[in-house]
């Protein structure tokens, strides 16, 4: 009898322990700037522009999620709302031209520390002030660059040497391996990469051995069927492509060792395109081609990292208790509508990439179609430290997603709102509602005031604007209503400030963007267009 008693006593024991590690698993943050959900081949995009071994493997261990959306498709912004679960309105960063976070307001990052977890971020900030609520910091200033950085230790400038992606990983598994390891920890992992301009590490220079790469359907979008905003703007391949985009002219900051291998690569086939004197659509070809062997390189660095990272969670036997989870800042084109960047609300640039590994949670290989966003991503870390979620925040935790239900009351629609103009890429302000099939968009700022309507169903590409059809008239009036909520909800100001802009002042005064379209079908009377 003794002995049973002692058995049931040593398994309760366990059970305790295991259940006190559950409420407080390590967390590891990998997060990356301007990531294309396209560039990750576990979300099969029909190119196949590049294998992704490592990322897949968070996929295949956990949760892929195929809507994740960003209330606003801009780095800094959506910075902001991961630490606080906050949309931008609240958490006072608007923009990247004059926005500064206010790191005195509540994080979930504070929340976590106070609550015994020991936090650190390593790589790119890009919030302006100093990080608060974390142990140890080191961040590269302002966007930093691909080779030999400039970082800030804690508040201390100093100079690296190597390529950037390499060394955040580098710093980052430094930190892990002397860390505190009778807590918890929450290391949030930044990279540069694959941020523009794009420059791959050079060992990976010729990675796609001269490949020529499949176009996207919409590479030479005409823009027929949309109105003024989305054909007035700076951010194609064929009009705002720079010669440091091209890889024209080499970077400043390399030594000469670093600028011998990168003249190896590109200075040939440099001369080559200008001996073909390309024109029109040829040299917008040449430069869709030169753009993927960039950014897909900088993609394989940033895979290479995780793979590290994973390896080293294994190996230490941290594997069953760490959750891992990456994502980015927001979507990017990869020459779809012939763009690059990002800002719009259209699918590439609102979709971010999310993989999720929850051991004891997720079910290996699960795939999960609900509206998430990183709004959720505060809400999510404190309810898996086992601590409650401040009502102000806006989101919701995704744990029961990653458990695999999916509760009655999980969001059926989703409010974007994008506010920097004109600078840098003349993308007009705009907000609009998002649902599973439609979206309903209002331009409102500075020359313009009108609504689209885009079925992805019907339309999957988004080339045409459905609110003048009548067929669609009720359509636009349900989610005229539904946006409506939505800013009620989330506690839409009545007036925007006109710093949410950014650094220039428009010419007009700012309009009310809130006011519903009033034609049948959903069009206002254009303005200017």
Not at 54 to 59: E, G, K, T, V, Y
Not at 134 to 152: H, S
Not at 161 to 168: A, K, N, P, Q, S
Request: glycine share 6%; hydrophobic share 35%.
């Amino acid at each position: 009898m003794k002995r049973i008693f002692l058995c049931a006593f040593v398994s309760s024991l366990f059970t305790l322990a295991a259940f006190a590690a559950a409420k407080q698993p390590n967390i590891l943050f990998i997060f990356s700037d301007d990531h294309a959900y396209q560039a990750i081949s576990a979300y099969n995009d029909p190119r196949k522009l590049l294998q992704t071994p490592n990322l897949d493997r968070i996929a295949k261990e956990g949760m892929l999620f195929t809507r994740a959306m960003v209330p606003n498709s801009i780095c800094g912004p959506s910075r902001a709302t991961v630490l606080t679960g906050k949309y931008n309105h609240l958490n006072g960063f608007y923009n990247n031209s004059n926005s500064k976070f206010d790191p005195s307001q509540p994080t979930f990052v504070k929340d976590i520390h106070a609550a015994g977890y020991q936090t650190a971020v390593i790589g790119k900030w890009h919030l302006i002030s100093d990080p608060v609520g974390f142990d140890y910091w080191k961040i590269l200033p302002g966007q930093g660059v691909y080779y030999n950085p400039a970082m800030i230790d804690n508040g201390k400038p100093v100079k690296l040497e190597g390529y950037t992606t390499d060394l955040i990983t580098d710093l980052t598994l430094d930190w892990l391996k002397s860390r505190d390891k009778s807590k918890p920890f929450l290391m949030m992992c930044y990279h540069k990469a694959p941020h523009r301009e794009w420059e791959p590490n050079l060992k990976n220079l010729g990675w796609d051995n001269d490949r020529k790469h499949v176009e996207p359907e919409t590479l030479f979008d005409d823009y027929a069927n949309r109105g003024l905003a989305v054909r007035d703007q700076d951010m194609s391949i064929e009009k705002t492509f720079t010669l440091r985009d091209a890889k024209l002219v080499t970077p400043g900051q390399l030594t000469p060792e670093q600028k011998g291998k990168w003249d190896a690569y590109y200075e040939p086939r440099n001369a080559k395109f200008r001996a073909a004197n390309l024109t029109g659509k040829d040299l917008v070809r040449w430069r869709y081609q030169r753009y993927m062997h960039d950014y897909l390189g900088c993609i394989k660095s940033v895979d290479e990292s995780v793979g590290r990272l994973l390896d080293y969670l294994k190996a230490e036997g941290l594997d069953k208790d760490t959750i891992v989870v990456y994502s980015a800042d927001q979507g990017f084109y990869l020459g779809e509508h012939g763009w690059f960047d990002k800002r719009w609300i259209f699918e590439e640039s609102l979709r971010t990439p999310l993989l999720v590994r929850w051991p004891g949670v997720t079910k290996p290989g699960s795939v999960n179609h609900e509206i998430v966003s990183n709004l959720d991503f505060a809400e999510t870390f404190l309810d898996a430290a086992g601590l409650p979620v401040p009502k102000d925040m806006q989101g919701h935790s995704l744990r029961p997603l990653l458990a695999g239900q999916t509760p009655a009351d999980w969001r059926k629609s989703f409010y974007y709102h994008y506010y920097e103009y004109p600078t840098p890429h003349h993308v007009r302000p705009h907000e609009g509602v998002v649902t599973d099939q439609f979206k309903l968009v209002h331009f409102y700022k500075p020359d313009v005031d009108y609504w689209e309507l885009y079925d992805r169903k019907k339309d999957p590409n988004e080339m045409r604007d459905y609110s003048k059809d009548p067929a669609y008239a009720e359509i636009v009036a349900q989610l005229t209503q539904e946006m409506s909520r939505l800013k009620t909800e989330l506690k839409f100001p009545a007036e925007i400030p006109r710093s949410a802009y950014g650094n220039k002042a428009f010419d007009n005064e700012p309009q009310a963007p809130d006011a519903a379209p009033k034609k049948k079908g959903g069009q206002k009377k254009k303005k200017a267009e």
